[in-house]
């Protein structure tokens, strides 16, 4: 019998010759991620253990955004308990300011194809786009691993998903994995490895992979997996040989294939407060909103800016709409390319890089009645501001329609 | 076997993170601190209500969202005994263990329960409610050690020979 993809990663990572799915190993990850909200947890933990060095800080990565720029005073204090860390234990890779952690992770070398990469955010599945097995943890088992470089994990069922043909040019991959969570439902992939493949997934770009892989943790998947292919080696600076080893044997076993015809995909919403509450943006169409947020590590790079700023070209927006790049590099190449100023010269307002408004935290909060529609990965409850506000998730061009519209709109 | 009887709390399905601690409250500097905002997108009462050793029942996918851990820890810090759930979402599933917080997987006496029930619960054998007994599965072995020690610090404590055995 075969493998697939995460027993592939796993195989190599542990030097097994095999393993299945319920059986529990103990990996030695390649990188793990700490982001500002948890740092000051994750150093007390590691202190309470008994710990007096990091078992290697080179593959340590501590990055600030959920609180950059600070909103609060208190927030400063997360800051100093990361800088004291840092210097305490040697750590060299930190971002204060670069942007949001997934996209810092791919875009910065730091996960690459092939490793095994854990983060105290549940957005960490977001480096399986790179053909890495990454997945987020709580901040007690990342200080474990600080100490002792492993972590035990149990080997996932995987879910084959299967996209076939061209999208419309109306629909993103957002509509993709929007689509997919309508008919997983948000438990669906619970402790499970997603693996994309087909024609449609070939022929997307690796920011749209991450799209994808980034909320395959809202079905509950582990991690969501895309085999490496020549657009990923040139992004994670690779060659084809490095990553010839990392695909799935043709008799590998899946617990189930999902099937979808790119043609038949449709622009969606994730309507509140469900991020499986799946709707047509026609059944939708008319319904007035507040807000436009545009942005984000789900959707805030490139390619999302173009879009929205292609649609936004020479008009106005009809309500307040948000602009957050998912880093600073995508930043200062949005700004290269002109996007930036023809989405300010439409009304947006353009916020730095950081997860402040889709955490609820800061730019551009909510209140109670107001509805927004946004490019994000979270419709819950009290996620953007009060706990009475309605989020409706959507693609950028979807979202950038809305903006001009006031309502939502088909793009 | 440990056994243990407390009051019900009954919640619905995909109780999410955020709903057990939202994110405005996480940069709070303590759990304490955190506490009384529990569950409050939901019901911003039930904080105040819950008693040490009540016991939380929920639908579906309990846990899902964020990687938060401080969501167990309210949980516990709350005095919850252990929550009984249809399913639970994996990064909550694990920072449970590790804080030493008891989940049990049952998919039966969802349906049976009212807010207010007591519920005795045998550790690893069954849970029994109203006189009618529901069946649980043990944990995993490594999953029971840690649980046992008390949660992942201790049991680390203990590798590292900073605590007894």
């Known amino acids: 019998m075969g493998n697939t993809l995460i027993e592939k990663i796993i195989m190599k990572n542990t030097g097994l010759k095999d393993v299945a799915p319920g059986q529990i190993v103990t990996v030695r990850p390649d990188r793990v991620m700490i982001h500002d909200i948890f740092i000051p947890f994750v150093a007390e933990k590691f202190e309470e253990m008994g710990f007096t060095k990091l078992d290697d800080p080179d593959k340590v990565v501590l990055i600030y955004d959920h609180l950059v720029p600070a909103s609060l005073v208190e927030d400063i204090r997360h800051f100093k308990i990361g800088d004291a860390f840092a210097e305490k234990?040697?750590?060299?890779?930190?971002?204060?300011?670069?942007?949001?952690?997934?996209?810092?992770?791919?875009?910065?070398?730091?996960?690459?194809?092939?490793?095994?990469?854990?983060?105290?955010?549940?957005?960490?599945?977001?480096?399986?786009?790179?053909?890495?097995?990454?997945?987020?943890?709580?901040?007690?088992?990342?200080?474990?691993?600080?100490?002792?470089?492993?972590?035990?994990?149990?080997?996932?069922?995987?879910?084959?998903?299967?996209?076939?043909?061209?999208?419309?040019?109306?629909?993103?991959?957002?509509?993709?994995?929007?689509?997919?969570?309508?008919?997983?439902?948000?438990?669906?992939?619970?402790?499970?490895?997603?693996?994309?493949?087909?024609?449609?997934?070939?022929?997307?770009?690796?920011?749209?992979?991450?799209?994808?892989?980034?909320?395959?943790?809202?079905?509950?998947?582990?991690?969501?997996?895309?085999?490496?292919?020549?657009?990923?080696?040139?992004?994670?600076?690779?060659?084809?040989?490095?990553?010839?080893?990392?695909?799935?044997?043709?008799?590998?076993?899946?617990?189930?294939?999902?099937?979808?015809?790119?043609?038949?995909?449709?622009?969606?919403?994730?309507?509140?407060?469900?991020?499986?509450?799946?709707?047509?943006?026609?059944?939708l169409e008319g319904t007035p909103i507040d807000q436009v947020f545009i942005g984000s590590c789900t959707n805030g790079r490139l390619e999302d800016l173009a879009a929205a700023a292609k649609i936004m070209g020479g008009k106005k927006v009809a309500v307040r709409t948000i602009v957050t790049p998912a880093s600073r590099d995508i930043y200062k190449a949005a700004l290269k390319a002109g996007y930036l100023e023809t989405l300010s010269k439409a009304g947006c307002i353009i916020t730095q890089p950081g997860c402040g408004l889709c955490c609820g935290r800061a730019g551009g909060i909510l209140a109670d009645g107001e509805k927004v529609l946004a490019t994000n990965n979270r419709n819950f409850l009290g996620r953007m501001g009060s706990s009475k506000v309605e989020i409706f998730l959507g693609s950028p061009k979807t979202a950038a329609c809305s903006a001009i519209s006031g309502r939502i709109t088909m793009p | 076997m440990e056994q243990f009887t407390g009051k019900v709390w009954v919640l619905g399905d995909d109780i999410d993170t955020d709903i057990i601690i939202p994110t405005e409250y996480l940069a709070l500097p303590t759990v304490e601190d955190m506490k009384p905002y529990g569950f409050s997108p939901l019901r911003p009462e039930l904080a105040g209500q819950i008693r040490k050793g009540d016991i939380l029942v929920a639908g579906k996918n309990f846990g899902c969202g964020s990687s938060r851990e401080q969501a167990p820890e309210i949980i516990k810090a709350l005095g919850i005994r252990c929550v009984i759930a249809k399913s639970y979402a994996r990064i909550f599933f694990r920072n449970s263990i590790n804080n030493g917080l008891l989940l049990i997987e049952n998919s039966q006496v969802q349906e049976d329960v009212k807010e207010g029930d007591s519920i005795i619960v045998k550790v690893g054998e069954s849970i029994s409610l109203n006189g009618k007994d529901y069946p649980i599965q043990p944990l995993p072995g490594n999953l029971m050690e840690i649980l046992e020690a008390g949660g992942l610090v201790a049991a680390m404590q203990k590798r590292n020979g900073i605590r007894r055995a």
Not at chain 1, 138 to 167: C, D, N
């Open chain 1, 89 to 283: 234990y040697g750590l060299t890779h930190v971002h204060r300011s670069d942007g949001i952690c997934h996209q810092l992770m791919t875009e910065q070398g730091y996960a690459k194809p092939g490793n095994i990469v854990f983060g105290t955010d549940s957005h960490t599945t977001t480096y399986g786009c790179v053909g890495c097995f990454s997945t987020g943890i709580g901040y007690t088992e990342m200080a474990s691993i600080l100490g002792t470089g492993e972590l035990w994990v149990r080997v996932p069922e995987t879910i084959k998903v299967e996209l076939e043909g061209a999208l419309p040019d109306n629909v993103m991959a957002k509509d993709v994995i929007l689509t997919l969570l309508g008919d997983l439902h948000s438990d669906g992939a619970t402790y499970k490895a997603l693996e994309f493949t087909g024609s449609g997934v070939d022929a997307m770009s690796v920011s749209s992979r991450m799209t994808i892989s980034n909320m395959a943790v809202e079905a509950g998947a582990k991690c969501c997996l895309f085999r490496p292919d020549e657009k990923t080696c040139e992004y994670s600076k690779v060659s084809m040989e490095d990553v010839a080893w990392l695909k799935a044997d043709p008799d590998a076993s899946y617990e189930r294939t999902v099937h979808y015809d790119a043609k038949d995909i449709k622009p969606v919403l994730a309507a509140p407060s469900r991020v499986d509450n799946i709707h047509k943006v026609s059944e």
